[in-house]
């Protein structure tokens, strides 16, 4: 969330930073102006009428003396109109400032000034690509087609269960998943230095709220019922574990000296995406579930973008050591996401395809997120608390992960290859044969 004061003092600028991402952007700030016109009125009148009351009430006390019980009759009614008054002019201005919130939370992050200009996915540049591009003989099938063959993926047996955008692992496909997510967390935490973390997968609509998913994105999530629909006490499955491990330090004032702090958690990762029917409809590009391995940090703001730059290092290193032809794209101001200041993408090599798709997104939220959960740091012993930077980015997500391998390391006899990582957690070089089933 941005910052009220500072958006209310310096709305032509916030204005113009909104606009790089869309007019439509900047356009939610209108009545925000105004909105912060009248609270600082209604602040100065309750102020004005603070005063007044307390001069009312210290004048009481030379009344008692006097005896004059006519006065001290007079005074009681005018305290007594003030205190209304003031009740009033405090029940309008948490209104306003209710308002003004509510506002607010709908508003995205401004762009950092080193963001790209542009306005959507296609203006955004390469920054590296990694790899070559495997060649084939032969010509390169899709993952469902090879995980289908292979016995490994059923998708039909998913729908009977689950209805669309759900798959089935069997045999060699199942462990190659649990394979992934074990050489994910063991790289991440024995070199990269994260500390794993293993979260709920259920939320309060706070921690929800505290990351930018809520109110933004309501119809992307899926919310558990109790006997009320409208419970606001009801749970919802997380959209990533971004969600409860930066909020495992909402509330909370962090000291310097533990900062910057690294956390990697794997968690299933529940999404309606609600807005994209008819993308990516086959296959596991697009799932409601799916796994995925999130890194987490928090810094102080002066480190933030080379905390970005360290993070996403530790997400291409897994790509890296999987062999997999990648490359990165910086998001441009239009293309970022929601809470986001500054973005990479990594997008791996689908030679189904002959495109590129999106395995990992890093980001830095700048304060953003920090201010909407209540995170914050000491810079040194005994100074005012200050709200950190937190950063994020899928380290990676498992299922894009999984079809990569598929698709880069197929074979003509129908066979995928093992990536060397991973063959000590398969117990293979190479997945062949049908799966039971």
């Not at 007019?23 to 007044?52: C, F, H, N, Y």
Request: net charge negative; with cysteine.
């Amino acid at each position: 969330m941005l910052d009220a004061r500072y958006v209310a003092d310096n709305l032509d600028e916030v204005r113009r930073m909104l606009t790089r991402r869309s007019p439509g952007a900047a356009s939610l700030l209108d009545g925000i102006s105004s909105l912060s016109a009248k609270r600082r009125e209604l602040i100065v009148k309750t102020g004005a009428l603070q005063a007044e009351r307390n001069a009312a009430n210290d004048g009481m006390a030379q009344l008692a003396k006097s005896g004059d019980k006519q006065q001290m009759a007079e005074r009681r009614e005018q305290l007594k109109a003030l205190s209304e008054r003031i009740k009033d002019l405090e029940s309008e201005l948490s209104a306003i400032e209710a308002e003004m919130q509510d506002r607010l939370l709908s508003i995205p992050n401004v762009p950092h000034p080193s963001a790209p200009d542009g306005d959507s996915d296609e203006q955004n540049p390469t920054v590296r690509t990694w790899g070559q591009a495997p060649q084939f003989a032969f010509e390169p099938k899709p993952h469902w087609e090879i995980g289908t063959s292979l016995g490994i993926l059923d998708l039909e047996r998913a729908a009977k269960l689950s209805g669309a955008r759900f798959s089935v692992l069997w045999g060699a496909g199942a462990r190659l998943e649990r394979a992934l997510i074990n050489f994910m967390l063991d790289l991440h935490t024995r070199e990269h230095g994260y500390t794993e973390v293993y979260p709920p997968f259920l939320v309060r609509a706070e921690a929800l709220v505290g990351t930018g998913n809520l109110p933004k994105f309501e119809d992307d999530l899926f919310k558990t019922r109790r006997s009320d629909p409208n419970d606001p006490s009801a749970l919802y499955l997380v959209p990533t574990a971004e969600v409860p491990v930066t909020n495992l330090h909402a509330d909370e004032v962090l000291e310097a000296a533990d900062l910057p702090r690294a956390y990697c958690a794997y968690t299933p990762c529940f999404r309606s995406e609600a807005g994209s029917h008819g993308r990516d409809v086959r296959g596991l590009i697009r799932q409601h579930q799916f796994d995925k391995v999130e890194l987490v940090r928090f810094a102080p703001p002066e480190t933030a973008l080379e905390q970005l730059e360290l993070l996403t290092s530790h997400a291409e290193e897994v790509l890296r050591r999987l062999g997999l032809h990648y490359r990165v794209i910086e998001h441009c101001a239009g293309d970022l996401t929601f809470s986001s200041t500054k973005s990479y993408d990594l997008e791996v090599w689908l030679p189904s395809q002959q495109a590129f798709r999106e395995i990992s997104s890093c980001s830095t939220f700048g304060d953003f997120q920090a201010r909407r959960a209540k995170i914050r740091y000491r810079p040194e012993p005994k100074a005012k608390p200050r709200l950190l930077h937190t950063l994020n980015g899928s380290g990676l997500a498992i299922g894009r992960t999984w079809l990569a391998i598929l698709e880069q390391y197929q074979q003509a006899d129908g066979s995928v290859v093992v990536p060397e990582p991973l063959r000590a957690f398969m117990g293979t070089d190479r997945i062949s044969g049908v799966a039971p089933g």
